[in-house]
């Protein structure tokens, strides 16, 4: 007998089970049009491989994931692609996004399949890949692709690996039926996870209200070493944190995964669906969804192609149409209501509920709280929902993170017990949205001051480097004129100035130097009237006109890069600005001296020869 | 097709705030009726009268408050704090007395704090205080003689008459002390023995006290099997009592003994109806235990050596001051955490 323990809180809602176990699990009828969603997996959307008027065969790959997390997509059946367009897809919310439309040819033609007789045979990793290119991602409600999950990181060994046959929600009967009709495939699949991870221990947990499913598997997994552990009747013991405290004791810790405690859960449906992909080479096209709720005539369960509209199902199981009020995809406890049936079965729809307005009715009006603390009861994670209801109302969201809103499962156990109907679950998803939502929030305005200071600190920087280097190329330039002037005043007192007039042009000569070196350092620097200094009692017209080109030339410039930064509205328009205003100045000092130059060069003709 | 549109769960357990309350005044009635065979019509046309000013002024601030008065109405909570009062209240209480306790209780201590689910403290129980401190003498001396209603206890015109238009008639003959006040004032000139000799005590242990405080025990196991209460609060505020008397008041001839604390009193209807009020009552289990064992150390304490024979209101009162408090400190530990989450968001605790 194996050892069992039990997790705190939990509730006993009414079953409503035997509605869809009465009846064998039949087969749908085809659809007039399968629509595949191109994202059934979490991860990365698979991308097309087929476009519109390809012919597929059934199991033939029709998008796949290149990049990133995710499982490729196959065709249930063989017929031609109609369409690849936006269509409502199975989401709380809603929404649409991208789907293949198939055109069943009623053929029903398979690829070619390369079923493995020995998968022991193979390299484990081959084996994983099968698993992947089978397009196998959890089939219990998440949808992570199976073959990462089969895949724990190297330092998190699993000593347990667990099959979930707890099936704890109302009126869900995929996974019973399935283990009462298809044990062998179930365990076979098992076995092949169970190879792969090399587990010391193999358990398949299934709660007491399930003795077909239980005798069937335990006549399937006589004389392997895989244990049947039948777990009481209790809400949500299927949640994949109480089943792992139910079989093991142990706890996941808050914010890690299974692997962490070197357990892992794995659903019925996906052991199947991973036997059918080694042993048949089968990918994963269709599934076993329950269809119940009173406003179906025969309620039961079906093996569906993934891409049958929920409306098709809903036909083939006697559907009354005008009896129908609420639409929940998944059990009452954690499903979500549809706002059209034209949504396909996905790889994670387990159960279509269709409900009368007498069988779940609307909820009363919310009372207030009166502290009774059935929700604390109930709670199988041991929270204080009203304490966290209180805080999310009041956008307290601070102190409701400190009570660990966070390892809210919303299992909806405190929801289900509240007598004053407070749709509790409803207030934390608020609060979770809320917080992520500010968290998202936070991170982006500390992005933006980030690169704020970054840039002042990269301006600040140039602004010091440019400064330095201003005051070096100074430096040098007072420099080399002290060390001239010296040199000239050597050759002066030494007698050796032979002509005034070749002294006075090499003056000249290093002061526009001077210049030069000057205005190109810096358009802030004072520009040195040289013109004026050199030509004040001999003018040299070439020199002169020399120099008013090159102003000239500058004020150009300056005016062209003024001119641009004014249209790019850059913050050095000011500087640009009165750089100009300065080169104009010495475009007309320059001017002026040429003008005088030229004069006096007229006046006195005789004393410059 | 309009489907339904609705956020999960979609499934329901049908036990409204209503019920429950509806629950809680059932298990009451056992009591009820044990205070009726036992010591006349008085509780019965307390519990009446003060159920119906109850629902009066309720109605009435709903009203001035502008919420829907039937939707509250309904919820039944208004009728179980007249209820407790009635129940709590001396049998021969005049009219106006509880009255003001009932619409002192409804008004101030539960519509002015912003209605059910928002009132820091036990309703009846501010109520009953309040009208303890203001009109100590008609709290004191109007309870009923024990005396069945087949043997001696006045008629209910009588009854009636007394508690509405005060009739002077033939009290002394009604009203006595009782026990629990009645040892507290012997015990200082007088053996235990002698003080239990008194007619008021009976052959077991407290004339009709003993079979009224078992009938509320009986009506709160009923709760606690119904889960409409757990178990933490009266057990430990019985534990709390029992406690305090082992340890100081073993001596019968100083204080009072042990099972006259626990089935003289008003102990069972506080331990098992009033305390467990949720609304004012601490919430995690650890919480509750610390909040049921405080009050029954106060009780034991003021019982003891305050001023007061029975002592529920104030302990009650008290204790619920420091709910918040103890709320802070005793979240229980969340799956997959190595600890509590003690205090408050970024103080101790982690």
Redesign the interface.
């Given at each position: 007998m194996t050892q069992l323990w039990d997790f705190t809180g939990g509730i006993h809602p009414p079953e409503n089970k035997h509605q869809s176990t009465a009846r064998p699990i039949r087969k749908a009828a085809m659809p007039d049009r399968l629509v595949l969603p191109l994202q059934q997996h979490i991860g990365e959307p698979a991308e097309l491989v087929v476009a519109v008027g390809d012919r597929v065969l059934k199991g033939q790959k029709i998008a796949d994931v290149t990049n990133g997390m995710g499982v490729p997509v196959h065709a249930p059946t063989s017929g031609v692609i109609e369409a690849i367009e936006q269509r409502p897809v199975p989401h709380p919310s809603g929404m649409a996004d991208w789907c293949v439309v198939l055109k069943p040819d009623g053929e029903d033609q398979w690829c070619a399949l390369s079923p493995i007789d020995d998968y022991k045979q193979l390299d484990r990793e081959a084996v994983l890949q099968r698993i992947r290119e089978a397009g196998i991602s959890g089939m219990g409600g998440a949808g992570f692709p199976t073959d990462i999950k089969l895949r724990p990181p190297r330092d998190r060994k699993v000593d347990t690996l667990i099959l979930n046959g707890a099936e704890c929600e109302p009126y869900i009967t995929a996974d019973d039926m399935t283990m009462r009709e298809q044990a062998a495939e179930v365990v076979a699949g098992l076995k092949v996870m169970a190879w792969i991870l090399r587990p010391s221990r193999c358990v398949v947990g299934i709660e007491d209200n399930k003795p077909e499913a239980i005798a069937a598997m335990r006549k399937a997994v006589a004389g392997t070493q895989i244990e049947i552990a039948v777990v009481p009747t209790k809400y949500p013991s299927g949640g994949e944190k109480q089943l792992i405290q139910i079989l093991t004791g142990q706890e996941v810790p808050s914010g890690g995964i299974p692997a962490d405690i070197g357990v892992m859960c794995q659903n019925i449906g996906t052991a199947v669906a991973v036997g059918r992909a080694v042993f048949e080479g089968k990918p994963l096209i269709s599934r076993v969804v329950t269809v119940t709720g009173e406003a179906v005539r025969e309620p039961g369960n079906f093996e569906v192609l993934i891409g049958t509209p929920i409306h098709h199902l809903l036909e083939t199981a006697g559907m009354a149409q005008e009896r129908l009020d609420r639409l929940i995809l998944g059990g009452p406890m954690m499903g979500y209501t549809l706002t059209t049936d034209s949504v396909p079965v996905v790889k994670t729809t387990n159960c279509v509920i269709a409900a009368t307005a007498a069988e779940l009715p609307a909820p009363p009006p919310e009372q207030p709280c009166i502290r009774c603390g059935q929700c604390a009861e109930a709670c199988p994670m041991e929270l204080l929902p009203q304490q966290l209801f209180w805080y999310s109302k009041a956008g307290e969201f601070e102190k409701a993170e400190h009570l660990n809103l966070f390892d809210c499962i919303e299992c909806g156990a405190c929801s289900y017990v509240c007598p004053s109907s407070i749709p509790l679950v409803q207030y934390y998803r608020f609060a979770k949205g809320e917080i992520r939502t500010q968290r998202a929030e936070q991170l982006k305005a500390d992005r933006a001051r980030e690169r704020f200071e970054a840039r002042q600190a990269r301006l600040e920087r140039e602004q010091q480097e440019k400064e330095l280097r201003r005051k070096e190329r100074a430096k040098a330039a007072a420099e080399a004129q002290a060390k001239k002037q010296a040199e000239a005043e050597m050759a002066a007192a030494d007698g050796q100035a032979s002509d005034d007039r070749a002294a006075k042009a090499a003056l000249v000569q290093q002061a526009l130097e001077r210049k030069k070196a000057k205005t190109a350092a810096d358009t802030k620097e004072q520009p040195v009237p040289s013109s004026t200094e050199v030509a004040d009692d001999k003018p040299d017209i070439e020199a002169l006109e020399k120099q008013l080109t090159q102003a000239e030339a500058k004020l150009n410039t300056m005016q062209g890069m003024l001119d641009e930064a004014r249209s790019q509205q850059a913050d050095n328009v000011e500087k640009l600005e009165r750089a100009v205003a300065k080169n104009h100045d010495r475009v007309q000092r320059a001017q002026q001296a040429l003008d005088q130059a030229r004069k006096q060069v007229a006046e006195e003709p005789a004393s410059s020869q | 097709?309009a489907?339904?549109?609705?956020?999960?769960?979609?499934?329901?357990?049908a036990?409204?705030?209503s019920?429950?309350m509806l629950w809680v005044i059932l298990a009451a009635l056992p009591g009820l009726l044990a205070q009726t065979l036992f010591f006349g019509w008085g509780n019965l046309i307390n519990v009446v009268w003060c159920i119906a000013l109850a629902l009066g002024s309720e109605a009435a601030f709903l009203k001035l408050r502008g919420k829907p008065v039937a939707?509250f109405l309904r919820?039944n909570?208004a009728a179980v704090t007249g209820l407790l009062l009635g129940l709590s209240l001396p049998q021969f209480t005049p009219w106006w007395v509880s009255g003001i306790a009932v619409v002192s209780a409804i008004v101030v201590a539960k519509q002015l704090y912003g209605?059910?689910?928002?009132n820091p403290f036990n309703p009846a129980m501010v109520g009953y205080a309040l009208a303890l401190i203001s009109f100590p003498v008609a709290m004191t001396t109007n309870w009923a003689e024990a005396a069945t209603l087949w043997g001696g206890a006045p008629g209910f015109g009588e009854t009636l008459a007394k508690i509405f238009t005060g009739g002077q008639t033939a009290v002394d003959g009604w009203t006595m002390a009782t026990p629990l006040d009645e040892y507290k004032h012997k015990i200082a000139s007088h053996t235990s023995v002698e003080v239990l000799g008194h007619p008021t005590f009976g052959n077991l242990i407290a004339r009709g006290w003993e079979w009224v405080n078992l009938a509320f025990l009986a009506g709160g196991v009923l709760l606690i099997a119904l889960?409409i209460i757990?178990w933490h609060i009266p057990v430990a505020f019985l534990a709390g009592i029992a406690a305090m008397s082992l340890a100081f008041g073993s001596n019968a001839d100083q204080y009072a003994p042990l099972q006259l604390h626990l089935l003289a009193g008003g102990t069972m209807l506080g331990a098992f109806f009033i305390a467990t009020d949720?609304?004012s009552?601490a919430?995690?289990h650890q919480g509750k235990l610390i909040y049921g064992a405080g009050i029954g150390v106060l009780v034991y304490l003021i019982r003891s050596w305050g001023n007061y024979p029975d002592a529920v209101a104030f302990s009650v009162l008290l204790m619920n001051f420091a709910v918040p408090f103890i709320?802070h400190y005793t979240?229980?530990?969340?799956?997959?955490?190595h600890k509590a989450?003690r205090g408050?968001?970024?103080r101790s605790g982690g």
């Open positions: - | 097709m489907l339904a549109q609705q956020s999960s769960p979609h499934a329901r357990r036990r409204p705030t019920r429950v939707f919820d909570t209605g059910l689910g928002s889960r757990t949720p609304v009552a919430t995690s709320d979240p229980p530990r969340t799956y997959g955490h989450r408050v968001p970024g």
